[in-house]
C-alpha cells in the first residue's frame, strides 16, 4: 500500500514518528498502526506524556542532570549522604542513570551538555565547563572522575577538560573511568580505542 493511499492523519503520524533517531520509515509505519490498532487511550496517554515533557522537566542549574520541574536542585545533588568532594563528569544526563544503576557511585555528577565535536560544530564553550570548574571551588572537591564516553569526542573532552583545570590553576585528582574488552566480545572485534585502553589498564595475574 502506498503513502498516497493512506488517511492523512496516518500519514503525518508516521512522518513525526520517522523524525525520531533510529526510527526509519518502516518502523515508523509499525509504531504508527501499533497505535492506530491499540485503545484509543494508548494515544491519549502518549500524547499526554509528550505534551507535558517539557513544562515538567527541566536542568539542575549546578548539576546540570535532568530534574522535575518543581525542584530546585538535583535530588542527587541535595542528598546529605552524597559526597559532594567527589564528581563523576558525564556527558549526557542519561549517563548518571548508568553509573546510578553500578550501586558503587556515592559522590554527585555533573552534565556537560555533549562532547567536542568539531564535525558536529560543539565545540568546549558549548559545554558547562566553566560552571564544573566553579563547582570544584565551591564544594571544595577533592577528585573528578572524567566518565565521558570511550569514543574520539569522549577522549578530546577529556584532553580538553584536564587542561582547562590545569591551566585554570586547579590542582585536583582527576582520574579516568576504566576502559576494557567486554565480556564475550572476542579480540578482532574490538574497536582500537578498546584495545588501546585494554592494554593500558592491563594488571598482574
Known amino acids: 500500500m502506498t503513502r498516497q493511499l493512506l488517511p492523512e492523519a496516518l500519514v503525518s503520524l508516521i512522518d513525526e514518528l520517522g523524525k525520531l533517531p533510529g526510527v526509519g520509515a518502516r518502523t515508523a509505519e509499525r509504531y504508527a498502526y501499533y497505535l492506530l490498532r491499540s485503545d484509543a487511550h494508548t494515544s491519549k496517554n502518549l500524547a499526554k506524556a509528550l505534551s507535558e ?13 535532568l530534574i522535575d520541574a518543581s525542584e530546585e536542585v538535583s535530588s542527587l545533588y541535595s542528598d546529605t549522604t552524597r559526597d559532594k568532594t567527589l564528581i563523576a563528569v558525564v556527558e549526557e544526563p542519561l549517563d548518571i542513570i548508568a ?33 564544573l570548574a566553579q563547582r570544584i571551588k565551591n564544594d571544595s572537591v577533592t577528585e573528578l572522575i572524567i566518565a565521558t564516553n570511550a569514543s574520539v569526542e569522549g577522549e578530546s573532552t577529556a584532553l580538553f577538560l584536564q587542561k582547562y583545570l590545569t591551566d585554570a590553576n586547579i590542582n585536583i585528582t582527576m ?31
Not at 515533557?53 to 542532570?65: E, M
Not at 544503576?101 to 568546549?124: C, E, K, N
Not at 576504566?178 to 585502553?197: C, F, K, M, N, W
Request: hydrophobic share 35%; with cysteine; charged share 20%.
Open 53 to 65: 515533557v517539557h513544562s515538567g522537566v527541566k536542568q539542575c542549574p549546578i548539576t546540570f542532570a
Open 99 to 131: 553509573l546510578e544503576r553500578t550501586g558503587q557511585f556515592s559522590g554527585t555528577y555533573h552534565v556537560l551538555g555533549g562532547a567536542i565535536s568539531p564535525i558536529d560544530g560543539i565545540g568546549p564553550e558549548q559545554l558547562h565547563i566553566p560552571e
Open 175 to 205: 582520574s579516568r573511568l576504566a576502559r576494557g574488552i567486554p565480556v564475550g566480545v572476542d579480540l578482532e572485534y574490538a574497536d582500537q580505542i578498546t584495545l588501546s585502553h585494554a592494554l593500558e589498564g592491563r594488571r598482574k595475574l
